[in-house]
């Protein structure tokens, strides 16, 4: 029995067409995602039904929504059926925090803090910071969401001398933000980006499988007198977020 609460957007396709029958669909579905008419969260009709509607066979409507899921556009979901799927964030490579970048871009950011409060450093947060082993640092531990959807985990400690503030004013406020209405002067960062598969914990905060890829950023930023002000260890998902970077030849 077809199920009400799946989304049927009109289509048709061209037996005449050249264009293979199971692209002409996969465009019209594209095209409706692109425009919003088939928003995020959006559940399509199964395949069968797909297939019964447009008069086409099943392995026509699955290869159409293969190329849509090998596109980033749909994702499915055991239990759940084929959705659409939050657009890739792109973000630019400069000294700017996620929450600014999503909300320049005019994402609706949100943030859940995981974990806050003064720990001892360790070893490799120490080392980067500048400080001794064992320094009590500010710990920032936020699961960063975007239009509901979560999209990264977000590790950072700073020198407890850089920062007052409570846990539920950084769900509402960018960690950069706060620093430059602290008076600290962001000047320059040392940015290493890599990838790696996403542990048990992780996959359950990002609605990911565990071993999904997931990228990562370690970022150290110095303020304009040279101190080293943060260290933050950051997973994305990869299949919504991006890093861009334009290169110039010399």
Known sequence: MPDERAYRHPVSVDRTSPVPLYFQLAQQLEEAIRSGALPPGARLENEMEL?????LSRPTVRQAIQHLVDKGLLVR??????????????RPIELSSLYDDLAAAGEQPSTRVLEFGPVP???????????????????LR?????GGDPLAVMTNHLPLDVLDVAADHLERHGL???????GVNLRIAHQTIGARAA???EARLLDERRGAPLLTMTRVAYDDNGRAVEYGDHVYRATRYSFSHT????
């Open 51 to 55: 297939a019964a509607r447009c008069r």
């Open 77 to 90: 979901r055991r239990g759940v059926g084929t959705q659409v799927v939050q657009p890739r964030v792109r």
């Open 176 to 182: 950069y933000e706060t620093l430059r209405a602290a």
């Open 247 to 250: 290169l110039v030849g010399k």
């Open 121 to 139: 450093a360790p070893p490799e947060v120490a080392e980067q910071l500048g400080l001794t082993a064992e320094t009590k640092v500010l710990l």
């Open 199 to 201: 542990t048990a914990a």
């Open 142 to 146: 936020r699961l960063r969401l975007t």
